[in-house]
């Protein structure tokens, strides 16, 4: 600790407080001698007065002493108390490691030991932080918190009914056009009823979307119009209908094969009369007329024979 000065012959006139002093320290020793001639403190009597001086963090320090178990020997706290009061008393000028290396110099702080193998120490599960002041949840909490979760999830299902419900509604209003213009373009279109071929159409704008949809839905009208104009099918429903079906669907597979060979710039027009000209065609007709004598009459007719 470093020598204290003295100041000698001057006389005190005014003593006022400030917002914020000059001096470090919060406190420092003061005293006077007879006339004036105090001179020199002696260091031994400096400690001295700082150690019968209380600090002001003493009241937390007996409380920790009340904690210590086992209960800390008489010697060691007055030790420890005299440790407190120096050290608050000349805080200011000690380093910031200075009492770490007395420590250890004192042998009061040993190094802690090395696990020869340590292990990592496995991660706990999260766990909900719980205030230590919070009360116990009572029986009416946990049931409202029951009853709850049941009705959340009884509203996750009932929105997932709701959502399967609509997209049913969705796919029902999507074939229900597609039926409606089946039964308005495509009336000689051979293969099954409106609704059959409307479903079909559905399914092909489900898993290969919108434009093959209505590109296959062209072919199919073209063919309609064809089969229409060249009087060969009856409209699907009239009489005599489900006789003609084995000629009919050989000549439309044939007529949308020939088309799809010429990568669609043929069309269904053009196949249909083209397959009339060959004598594949030419056998299919006969077959066509034989089948269906009310179309024709009695009798073929002379080209056919």
């Known amino acids: 600790m470093s020598s204290l000065n003295s100041l000698v012959d001057f ?49 937390a320090f007996d409380a920790w002493c009340e904690k210590q178990d086992p209960k800390l020997d008489e010697k060691a706290h007055e030790s420890l108390r005299a440790t407190l009061r120096l050290l608050s008393a000349n805080k200011d000028i000690m380093p910031a490691d200075a009492l770490g290396e007395v420590l250890k110099m004192a042998g009061l702080a040993p190094t802690p030991a090395k696990d020869p193998d340590p292990k990592p120490d496995p991660k706990p599960a999260p766990t909900q932080k719980k205030d230590k002041d919070d009360p116990p949840m009572s029986d009416d909490i946990k049931k409202a918190l029951a009853t709850r979760d049941a009705a959340i999830e009884a509203l996750t299902k009932q929105n997932e009914l709701v959502a399967a419900s609509l997209l049913k509604m969705e796919e029902t209003q999507a074939q229900g056009a597609w039926i409606a213009k089946a039964e308005k373009d495509l009336s000689h279109f051979p293969g099954g009823s409106a609704e059959d071929l409307g479903a079909s159409l559905y ?49 439309m597979t044939l007529v949308e094969g020939m088309v799809e060979k010429s990568g669609y710039e043929a069309t269904p027009q053009a196949s249909m009369l083209k397959l009339m000209k060959s004598r594949k065609g030419h056998e299919l007709y006969k077959d066509y007329a034989r089948e269906n004598p009310d179309q024709f009459g009695s009798r073929i007719p002379n080209h056919m024979s």
Not at 220 to 230: D, E, G, H, T
Request: proline share 4%; hydrophobic share 40%; glycine share 10%.
């Open 203 to 251: 399914a092909i704008e489900k898993a290969a979307g919108t434009e093959a949809a209505d590109k296959q839905f062209t072919i199919m009208k073209s063919a309609s119009v064809a089969l229409k104009k060249s009087g060969l099918l009856k409209p699907a429903g009239t009489p005599g209908s489900d006789e003609i079906v084995k000629a009919a669907d050989q000549i």
């Open 11 to 59: 006389s005190v006139e005014e003593v006022s407080l400030v917002d914020r002093g000059a001096n470090k320290k919060k406190s420092f020793p003061l005293w006077k001698g007879a006339q004036g001639k105090g001179g020199n403190m002696p260091l031994n009597k400096i400690i001295k007065d700082v150690l019968e001086t209380a600090s002001e963090a003493e009241t």
